[in-house]
Structure formats: C-alpha cells, structure tokens
C-alpha cells in the first residue's frame, strides 16, 4: 500500500506501477541479509550431498524464491504450500515434459504454461517454480538422467532447506514471523474503530470475486491494514476534540 496520497505520483508513477511503500532502510537490510544466508546454505548443504551437476540450475528458482521468503516474508505467494508445492509441482511437469516432448522450445514453453495452470488449480502459486519446471526441461545430461528423482533432489532438498533458513532467520526479530500464520497469532488484529463497520469473512470472498484475480495479500494482513486505519483516524479525531477544548 502506498504511503502517499496516490494523486501526488507521477503519471509515469503510476504507469510503471512504482510501489511507494514506507519500508524502513532497516527492513531492505534484514531482507538482503536473509537472502545472503538463505543461499549460502543452500548452496553449501547441496554441494555437499548432491552430485555438482545437477544442482546449480536449480538455484536460479532457489534464489527467486529468497526474494519472497526474505523480502516479503507475509505475502501469500511466499507461504509454505505455494513454495513446497509450486516447486514440485512445476518439477514434475518440468521431467514430463523433457520425457514427451521432442522439441526442447515447445517443451519448455508447455512445461510453464501447464506448471502455471496447475498451481492455480492446486492453490500453490509461485512465480518462481516456474524456473524450475524449466530446469527440468533445458538442464544438463545429468539432471535429465535423474528423471522424476529430479523431485527429491535436488528439488526437494533445496526447498527444504531454505524454507527451513527462512523460519529460522525471521523468527529472530520481533515483527516477522515465517509462516504468516505464527505472526496472526502473535498479534491479532485489533477490531475497527467506533463507528466503523466490521468487514466479514464473506464481505472479503465477494470483493475477491468481483476482482477475479489472483491478489497477493492474505485476508488477516488486509483485515488489520483496515483495523489500523481506523484506528488511526479514531486518534486524529480524539486529538482534534482535545486541540478544539471540546469533551470527548
């Protein structure tokens, strides 16, 4: 969400999609630190139980997917199903499509549209499984000669480890939390201000399918976005009455 008012964007702002989140410096440097650890362990434990041929194509995907574990831990393309399953979903249309199709250009194109597809359906969303279903597709001798043991390992080993890296590294500060779900019970939502209507479960499920679209943002987190700016104009309110000299 932005922090400005959105008329003061730029039109080439607002055309570009430029986000103008209020993220602290603090924020982007645990986020790159968490990306410089997540990799280098990956990095080390594969180099060391894998064979070197396999492995380093897979961590072109490993590494996408650090951005969404370490740079937005909350988001809900970054959670535990879509991770675990897009990877080894996409991982298993990737070797189906080598084994089946002769042109390695139709099979790598087949292999994101159906890997997409199927993490729609299967609700494990993310992007960067993608480059995974790839690698199974336009990888070395070695990786095609694994076949579907391509899914346990590497695949399965990598995401393993870096969403074990990324439960641990967020755990070590206060206002992140990794799965989503330990923050929400960490801290719940604050219910809206006085005069404000609550919004439902069910309000959320329509509005989602008005929009018909995939939106990246879990319900709790958009429940205490509007719990918070309620709150917020609930205090301005109070301040103005007490600045004005009237009772509360």
């Known amino acids: 969400m932005n922090s400005r008012n959105p008329e003061a964007q730029s039109p080439w702002q607002k055309i570009l999609g430029i986000e103008l989140s209020p993220v602290s410096h603090r924020e982007r440097l645990i986020s790159a630190l ?48 879509p991770v675990l399953g897009g ?12 084994r089946h199709v002769p042109d390695p250009l139709l099979a790598a194109s087949l292999a994101t ?12 969303i993310h992007p960067p499984a993608a480059a995974t ?8 001798e070695q990786v095609r000669a694994l076949g579907y043991g391509f899914l346990v390992a590497p695949v399965l080993l990598n995401v393993l480890i870096i969403l074990a890296v990324a439960v641990a590294f967020n755990a070590l500060f206060p206002w992140r939390r990794y799965p989503a779900f330990l923050g929400r019970r960490a801290a719940p939502a604050a219910p809206a201000a006085t005069g404000y209507e609550a919004i ?7 509005a989602l399918t008005q929009m018909d ?7 709790e987190d958009l429940l205490r976005i509007y719990s918070l700016a ?19």
């Open 113 to 124: 549209g159906l890997a997409i597809g199927a993490m729609h359906y299967l609700r494990c």
């Open 200 to 206: 439902s479960h069910e309000d959320f499920v329509f």
């Open 34 to 81: 968490g990306g410089f650890i997540g990799l280098l362990l990956v990095f080390a434990l594969s180099r060391s139980l894998l064979d070197p041929g396999a492995g380093p194509i897979l961590m072109l995907s490993i590494a996408s997917s650090a951005v969404l574990l370490f740079a937005v831990p909350h988001g809900a393309l970054s959670q535990p199903w």
């Open 230 to 248: 309620t709150g917020r104009h609930r205090e301005v309110a109070a301040a103005q009455v007490a600045a004005a000299g009237l009772p509360a």
């Open 133 to 140: 279903a790839l690698a199974a597709v336009l990888g070395n």
């Open 213 to 219: 679209s995939f939106i990246d943002v879990s319900e």
């Open 87 to 98: 990877h080894l979903v996409a991982a298993a249309i990737g070797v189906a499509c080598a």
